[in-house]
């Protein structure tokens, strides 16, 4: 089955840095990678999504590459804010397979 | 977009009680519906998937008979946490996905906490 890993587990930045977090997939069919943004005791949200036919989509200070040969996908936040504290997943799934999620990457944003 | 909403938003109940969670799919119809249950700063990890009218599917090591899951219509799961011991005091989420929709469009719920004392 799918296995997902994700790195850096804590991440701290400066208010205006930019963020990366990375993420790597095991199963050469999965298509659709989804990142989420969740809030201390709430629901994950989707933040941005990318399938495997486009190697890069960007949303605004978002950005989510993905690298199909070697099976890694990231995130990029620029002009990071304090709002943008959060633990990020990445996610993984083959078509219509149950959805694989990361370990999660706590950022924190110092102003 | 697409509203999920579950009921309790959190519970604490003693141990050895039993304790059902809601979740529903408000303005969408959703085929199938996922349980997850998070503990602290760890990830999602799926306890089951079903779809309306089925029986649900168990992931490994998820006591299919210690965590009932009904899903009797397009709108609606429940999760039913039986003879709940403080082990399984936890931050439970569902997510619902239209099929019919195509491959996308998986939304989560607000999640309940389970406490048990």
């Known amino acids: 089955g799918e296995n997902v890993e994700q790195h850096p587990s804590t991440l701290s930045v400066q208010e205006g840095d930019s963020a990366v977090i990375k993420c790597t997939y095991s199963d050469s069919a999965s298509n659709y990678f989804p990142w989420y943004k969740q809030e201390l005791g709430k629901r994950p949200q989707l933040i941005i999504d990318i399938r495997s036919n486009v190697g890069e989509k960007k949303d605004q200070r978002i950005a989510v590459t993905l690298n199909k040969t070697a099976k890694h996908f990231s995130l990029h936040i620029t002009e990071t804010q304090p709002e943008d504290s959060a633990v990020y997943f990445c996610?993984?799934?083959?078509?219509?397979?149950?959805?694989?999620f990361g370990t999660g990457t706590r950022l924190l944003v110092s102003p | 977009g697409a509203v999920v909403s579950q009921h309790p938003s959190w519970v604490i109940c003693k141990s050895g009680t039993s304790v059902k969670i809601e979740c529903r799919s408000l303005?969408?119809?959703?085929?199938?519906m996922f349980w997850y249950r998070q503990f602290p700063k760890q990830s999602l990890m799926l306890m089951a998937t079903s779809n309306e009218g089925s029986k649900a599917t168990y992931e490994q090591g998820v006591e299919k008979d210690k965590f009932l899951i009904n899903h009797a219509s397009l709108t609606l799961s429940t999760l039913t946490v039986t003879s709940a011991h403080p082990e399984d005091s936890s931050f439970y989420i569902c997510s619902a996905r239209d099929l019919r929709q195509g491959e996308e469009g998986q939304f989560f719920g607000p999640g309940t906490r389970l406490t048990v004392l």
């Open positions: 996610a993984a799934r083959a078509g219509f397979q149950k959805l694989v």
């Open positions: 303005d969408f119809q959703a085929t199938t």
